[in-house]
């Protein structure tokens, strides 16, 4: 009987990989054409283009301009790094400019899985997790061209790191000494 309850196991993770898996490939071939390239999508873009192009973070729109020629960094700095290694890695397109948003959302639903669990139980983790990844905004922003997938890992990953020092560094918490 044991041996059947842990061979249950194993075929429910390994269904839940596959159907993983499949979400990531359905995603990926979907990313270029779901939903419509706002029209706002390619401004992001043209700094981590010109970038690549030229090695500056620069819009020539806004020539003359406070040097914003040169260097237009308002979506910030990382963001439009990982934007240019796409770029540089893949070429430019719709796919490439957006597929940095879908990696950043991937890995917001690994560390939403983590945090949740730090803080409840792993069942409530799962469920939340998947709760997230099938929500109408999760899935329009991890295939937009825009910093809001990057913008939703770094917070939930700060909100993590917070909790886990929290747990195994109290001592060093010196802004914070009712912790």
Partial sequence: MKKLIENHDILIKAGAYFLILILIVFNLLTLKNIPQVWMDEPWYKENAWTFVQEGHFGNKMFSGLYGLEKNNVAYGR?????????????????????????IFGLLSLLVLCKLVELLFDRKIALWSTITFAFSVTFLMHSHEARPEMMLTFFILFSFYLLLVARRTFRPCFIFYPDW
């Fill in 78 to 102: 990382l963001y439009l790094l990982a934007e240019a290694a796409s770029f540089k890695l893949f070429g430019l397109g719709p796919f490439q400019a957006r597929l940095p948003q879908f």
